[in-house]
């Protein structure tokens, strides 16, 4: 079975813009998350969404939002990209929220780097 | 708020030597606390969990056991290889339907031939 999908691999932005990265969760899971790894920090949680809607959010601006959609794959964007946005963004899935349900795969993650 | 915090690195270590990378938590409640690993260029992999005080989590021959008594879960291997070499994250999840982990900061183990 395939595990969590994110695109694109890598992306280059200077200041100013945005953008928007990808995530597919692992087959029959509800949940995705994501995190923001700094280079040389642990991974920070930014969102979690569980069927479609929002449980939990990061100590993040509102320059990031993120959605669900029906298929529970699931977008983050980031709004007026600041250089310190630099960094390598980690999407995770479960298949629910509870207990064991709620173990976290993570998929490969999207580099970003802002110029 | 919950915290976790481990040993700083980089841990250079030959191979064959015993390995122990320290972690200690902050958290209100009772987590559950998680070893996750990061090769190169890759993303995390859950090395092992413990979800309960005194739970020993284990698998490819690493061990931590939940300490309450002293907030701990620290990390051991009694022989180490070179394909060991990769990061090393400590996280918490805290009680509650919530997914959010909370990491601690990493530790670059390196294992030398």
């Known amino acids: 079975d395939a595990g969590v999908t994110q695109s694109p691999t890598h992306l280059i932005k200077t200041r100013g813009q945005q953008v928007t990265l990808r995530c597919s969760p692992i087959s029959g899971h509800k949940s995705v998350s994501w995190y923001q790894q700094v280079l040389g920090q642990g991974p920070q949680f930014i969102f979690q969404y569980y069927e479609k809607e929002e449980r939990g959010r990061g100590n993040f601006p509102d320059r990031f939002s993120a959605r669900q959609f029906p298929n529970y794959s699931s977008e983050l964007n980031v709004n007026a990209l600041l250089l310190g946005d630099s960094a390598l963004y980690l999407c995770?899935?479960?298949?629910?929220?509870?207990?064991?349900?709620?173990?976290?795969?993570f998929g490969p993650g999207t580099r970003l780097t802002v110029l | 708020g919950n915290s976790v915090t481990q040993m700083e690195g980089p841990v250079t270590l030959s191979e064959e030597a015993f390995l122990t990378i320290n972690c200690t938590y902050t958290?209100?409640?009772?987590?559950?606390l998680f070893w996750y690993v990061q090769y190169p260029g890759e993303g995390l992999q859950l090395l092992l969990k413990?979800?309960?005080?005194?739970d020993k989590g284990s698998n490819k021959g690493f061990e931590a056991t939940y300490r309450k008594e002293t907030t701990s879960f620290h990390l051991e291997k009694g022989s180490v290889q070179v394909s060991d070499s990769a990061v090393y994250f400590c996280?918490?999840?805290?009680?509650?339907?919530?997914?959010?982990?909370?990491f601690g900061q990493g530790t670059t183990l390196q294992v030398k031939p």
């Open positions: 996280a918490l999840r805290g009680s509650g339907n919530t997914g959010k982990l909370i």
């Open positions: 958290a209100t409640g009772y987590p559950s």
């Open positions: 413990a979800t309960k005080a005194d």
């Open positions: 995770a899935s479960s298949s629910g929220l509870a207990g064991q349900y709620n173990e976290q795969f």
